[in-house]
Each structure stands twice: as structure tokens, then as C-alpha cells.
């Protein structure tokens, strides 16, 4: 599923982040960039150790919740791996959709720093850190297609859904946000 916006493309697809070919994928990290599981787990197993080794030496404070940092990518096809922190679902009046706005936020801005044309996202805070799906599909979506709306860069937004179920509410809720239809006359 695809939305032209600003002439860049915002697409969905199922599958696994870590074998996207673009030229950066976006991690669900936690604030310490300490190793985890899900997204964090496959892209530190898939790309070797280089990566934390990097981030250990550029970022030793971390990153805080609702931003992000950029690393290289080590074995991954990617150039470039940005670690962004979502925030832990504690019931949505912690902030939670503006820490998770300001996650995704950063990671474009760090791909348009790093002159990235292609850019993969995850369903961040979604797994470990429990945030619902209907609510991180619309926050997400509608946090993309504002920033491209402004900057219409980068050429390329691919969200990549790990399962159906992940899919189908994001497909959903990008159907809410931006109607075929609508689309189709811009
Ligand atoms: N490709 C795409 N999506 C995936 C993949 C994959 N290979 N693996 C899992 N997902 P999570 P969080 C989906 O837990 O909630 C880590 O331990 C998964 O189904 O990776 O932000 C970190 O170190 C879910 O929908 O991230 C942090 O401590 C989504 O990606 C903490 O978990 C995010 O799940 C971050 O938790």
C-alpha cells in the first residue's frame, strides 16, 4: 500500500526490517542503546557488533525517549542505522503520543542530515514497550505524512510491518488519514 506525498512515497509492507535495501533502517532502541530483543535484537545480530561498538563510543549517555541517534550500519545493506527511542505505554497520559511523534521526527530529520533517499521504520513501541497498535499506527502515519508534507523528502518512507496483524492496522489507519481518493487528486 502506497501514498504519494509532496512527490516522496509512503509505503507499507509485511516483513522483516532487517533485510530492507535502503539506505537507512531505523531501530527500536531503548534509552541506554543497550541490546534487546525484537527489532533491536535482529539488527544488532544481523549487522555485527560494529554497530554497538559505535554507539557506545559516540553516545555514552544514550539517547532520551522520543528522539533519536545515528549510527553506521555494519553488515547491513543499509549505510546507516538510526536508533530511536519510543516511549513504554503507561496508559497514554504520560506524553506517550508526543514522545512517539518526536521518535519518528528525529529519525527523518537524521535521514535528511544524512543526505538518506530511502528510509525503513518499524512499528516502534509496539512490542516490548507495549504501546497498542491502533493508536502507534495513526500516531506514526500521521507524524510521516507531516514531515513529508513539509519537506516532501525522503523520497522514500517504507514502514515494514512484522506480522499481518501489524499491517492490517496501519493499512487501516492509513486509509483513514489519506483516502485513496483523496490521494489520487493531489
Ligand atoms: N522487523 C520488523 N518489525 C519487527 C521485527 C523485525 N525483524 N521484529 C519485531 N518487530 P520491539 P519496542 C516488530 O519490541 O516495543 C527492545 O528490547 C514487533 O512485532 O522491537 O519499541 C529494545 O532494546 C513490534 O510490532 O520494540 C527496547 O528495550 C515492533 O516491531 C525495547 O525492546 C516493535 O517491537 C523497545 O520496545
Avoid at 528525529?106 to 516502534?124: D, G, I, T, Y
Amino acid at each position: 500500500m502506497k501514498r504519494i506525498i509532496q512527490g516522496a512515497t509512503l509505503e507499507l509492507v509485511q516483513g522483516d526490517i532487517t533485510l530492507q535495501e535502503v539506505d537507512a533502517i531505523v531501530n527500536a532502541a531503548n534509552r541506554s542503546l543497550a541490546s534487546g530483543g525484537g527489532v533491536d535484537g535482529a539488527i544488532h545480530a544481523a549487522g555485527g557488533p560494529s554497530i554497538m561498538a559505535e554507539t557506545r563510543k559516540k553516545y555514552p549517555l544514550g539517547c532520551p525517549t522520543g528522539s533519536a541517534v545515528i549510527s553506521g550500519a555494519g553488515q547491513l545493506k543499509a549505510k546507516y542505522v538510526i536508533h530511536a527511542v519510543g516511549p513504554v505505554w503507561r496508559g497514554g497520559d504520560r506524553q506517550e503520543a508526543e514522545l512517539l511523534a518526536g521518535a519518528y521526527r528525529r529519525s527523518l530529520e537524521l535521514a535528511l542530515e544524512h543526505q538518506c533517499r530511502s528510509v525503513a521504520l518499524p512499528a516502534l513501541s509496539t512490542g516490548a514497550y507495549g504501546y497498542p497498535m491502533d493508536q502507534a499506527a495513526r500516531v506514526a502515519l500521521q507524524t510521516v505524512r507531516d514531515f513529508l508534507a513539509g519537506h516532501g523528502r525522503p523520497e522514500l518512507v517504507r514502514f515494514v510491518l512484522y506480522d499481518d496483524r501489524a499491517y492490517r492496522h496501519f493499512a487501516a489507519a492509513l486509509e483513514e488519514l489519506i483516502p485513496e481518493e483523496s490521494a489520487k487528486k493531489d
